[in-house]
Protein backbone atom coordinates (compact mmCIF):
# COMPACT_ATOMS: atom_id res chain seq x y z
CA UNK A 1 0.00 0.00 0.00
CA UNK A 2 1.17 3.49 -0.46
CA UNK A 3 3.08 5.13 2.84
CA UNK A 4 4.61 8.60 3.14
CA UNK A 5 7.49 9.01 5.74
CA UNK A 6 8.05 12.49 6.43
CA UNK A 7 11.07 13.75 8.44
CA UNK A 8 13.25 17.08 9.23
CA UNK A 9 11.25 19.32 11.19
CA UNK A 10 11.84 20.89 14.28
CA UNK A 11 12.41 24.21 16.15
CA UNK A 12 14.39 27.03 14.42
CA UNK A 13 14.60 30.44 14.56
CA UNK A 14 13.15 33.04 12.64
CA UNK A 15 15.36 33.64 9.48
CA UNK A 16 16.58 30.07 9.83
CA UNK A 17 16.41 26.99 7.32
CA UNK A 18 15.18 23.69 7.56
CA UNK A 19 14.62 20.66 4.97
CA UNK A 20 11.90 18.57 5.00
CA UNK A 21 11.70 15.22 3.79
CA UNK A 22 8.77 12.60 2.52
CA UNK A 23 9.70 9.12 1.45
CA UNK A 24 7.22 7.22 -0.35
CA UNK A 25 6.83 3.98 -1.07
CA UNK A 26 4.01 1.22 -2.81
CA UNK A 27 3.91 3.52 -5.92
CA UNK A 28 5.51 4.37 -9.14
CA UNK A 29 6.90 7.63 -7.47
CA UNK A 30 8.18 9.17 -10.24
CA UNK A 31 4.41 9.20 -11.90
CA UNK A 32 3.29 11.34 -9.45
CA UNK A 33 2.46 14.88 -8.38
CA UNK A 34 3.78 15.24 -4.73
CA UNK A 35 3.05 18.33 -2.88
CA UNK A 36 3.77 19.60 0.48
CA UNK A 37 0.97 21.03 2.83
CA UNK A 38 0.71 22.57 6.10
CA UNK A 39 -1.46 23.29 8.96
CA UNK A 40 -1.29 25.40 11.93
CA UNK A 41 -3.24 25.42 14.86
CA UNK A 42 -6.73 26.39 14.23
CA UNK A 43 -6.25 26.84 10.98
CA UNK A 44 -7.32 24.99 7.87
CA UNK A 45 -4.79 22.87 5.77
CA UNK A 46 -3.56 25.00 3.43
CA UNK A 47 -1.24 23.55 0.31
CA UNK A 48 2.39 25.03 0.18
CA UNK A 49 4.36 23.83 -2.87
CA UNK A 50 4.11 21.13 -5.56
CA UNK A 51 6.23 19.45 -8.15
CA UNK A 52 4.99 17.43 -11.07
CA UNK A 53 6.34 14.12 -12.48
CA UNK A 54 8.08 16.93 -14.74
CA UNK A 55 9.67 18.56 -12.07
CA UNK A 56 7.20 21.74 -12.84
CA UNK A 57 6.68 23.66 -8.81
CA UNK A 58 4.31 26.07 -7.82
CA UNK A 59 3.55 28.01 -4.89
CA UNK A 60 1.66 29.32 -1.86
CA UNK A 61 2.12 33.24 -2.57
CA UNK A 62 3.33 33.18 1.46
CA UNK A 63 6.50 30.95 0.66
CA UNK A 64 7.82 32.07 -2.87
CA UNK A 65 11.31 33.13 -2.99
CA UNK A 66 11.74 31.21 0.01
CA UNK A 67 10.51 27.62 -0.09
CA UNK A 68 11.97 25.17 -2.88
CA UNK A 69 10.47 21.59 -3.52
CA UNK A 70 12.39 19.03 -4.91
CA UNK A 71 12.04 15.65 -5.74
CA UNK A 72 14.18 12.01 -6.17
CA UNK A 73 13.15 10.16 -7.98
CA UNK A 74 15.64 7.14 -7.74
CA UNK A 75 14.68 7.74 -3.81
CA UNK A 76 10.99 7.92 -3.88
CA UNK A 77 11.40 11.27 -2.08
CA UNK A 78 10.23 15.25 -2.35
CA UNK A 79 11.89 17.62 -0.66
CA UNK A 80 10.87 20.74 1.04
CA UNK A 81 13.82 22.98 1.59
CA UNK A 82 12.44 26.05 3.75
CA UNK A 83 14.92 29.35 4.14
CA UNK A 84 14.11 32.59 5.82
CA UNK A 85 11.89 31.47 8.34
CA UNK A 86 9.02 32.94 10.20
CA UNK A 87 6.77 32.37 12.64
CA UNK A 88 4.06 32.15 11.05
CA UNK A 89 5.30 29.17 9.02
CA UNK A 90 4.81 27.32 12.25
CA UNK A 91 2.64 24.29 11.61
CA UNK A 92 2.74 20.65 10.99
CA UNK A 93 4.00 19.61 7.43
CA UNK A 94 2.02 16.91 5.51
CA UNK A 95 3.10 15.40 2.17
CA UNK A 96 0.37 14.20 -0.16
CA UNK A 97 -0.37 12.06 -3.25
CA UNK A 98 -3.33 11.98 -4.94
CA UNK A 99 -3.40 8.32 -6.46
CA UNK A 100 -6.06 7.95 -8.48
CA UNK A 101 -9.19 9.41 -6.39
CA UNK A 102 -7.34 8.57 -2.90
CA UNK A 103 -5.74 11.21 -1.30
CA UNK A 104 -2.87 9.95 0.72
CA UNK A 105 -1.24 11.91 3.59
CA UNK A 106 2.05 10.96 5.68
CA UNK A 107 1.89 11.54 9.77
CA UNK A 108 3.36 15.17 9.37
CA UNK A 109 6.49 16.31 10.93
CA UNK A 110 6.54 19.73 13.58
CA UNK A 111 7.96 23.04 12.58
CA UNK A 112 8.42 25.22 15.20
CA UNK A 113 9.42 28.73 14.29
CA UNK A 114 10.70 30.72 17.47
CA UNK A 115 13.46 32.86 19.11
Known amino acids: QVQLVESGGGLVQPGGSLRLACAAS????????MRWYRQAPGKQRELVAA???????NYADSVKGRFTISRDNAKSTVYLQMNSLKPEDAAVYYC?????????WGQGTQVTVSS
Open 96 to 104: NILVGFRDY
Open 26 to 33: GIMFSRYV
Open 51 to 57: ITSGDST
